[in-house]
């Protein structure tokens, strides 16, 4: 079993800037990496950005150049530091578990469902 707790949302003005982190605790299993997804109102859910195990980042296009996933010293916690942001980027964000490996590609979330109660961002025009 794995714990997620996110933190960090809140709400911005287009431009401005948010830092969301996710503390893992439990299993952590070698092959479980972390990541982070959103849902918008009436969209599907969507990969953001994810840390594979060779010290790697995975960003969705629609957030390159304007996001920065780190690793806390402990390895159990994630940092998405979120710049520039825009209207479209107003959504639930959610840590989840993933396998580790996806060397580049936007993984989707891991069989096993292990995700974070959440943290709101939203940014106004």
């Known amino acids: 079993e794995v714990q997620l707790v996110e933190s960090g949302g809140g709400s911005v003005q287009d431009g401005g800037s948010l830092r969301l982190s996710c503390t893992a605790s439990g299993d952590l299993y070698s092959t479980f990496c972390m990541g982070w997804f959103r849902q918008a109102p009436g969209k599907q859910r969507e990969g953001v950005a994810f840390?594979?195990?060779?010290?790697?980042?995975t960003y969705t296009d629609s957030v390159k150049g304007r996001s920065t996933l780190s690793q806390g010293n402990a390895k159990n916690t994630l940092y998405l530091q979120m710049n520039s942001l825009k209207p479209e980027d107003t959504a639930m964000y959610y840590c989840?578990?993933?396998?580790?490996?996806?060397?580049?590609?936007?993984?989707?979330?891991?069989?096993?469902?292990?995700w974070g109660q959440g943290t709101r961002v939203t940014v106004s025009s």
């Open positions: 989840a578990v993933v396998v580790c490996g996806f060397r580049g590609v936007v993984p989707g979330p891991a069989p096993f469902g292990y």
């Open positions: 840390w594979d195990s060779d010290g790697s980042a």
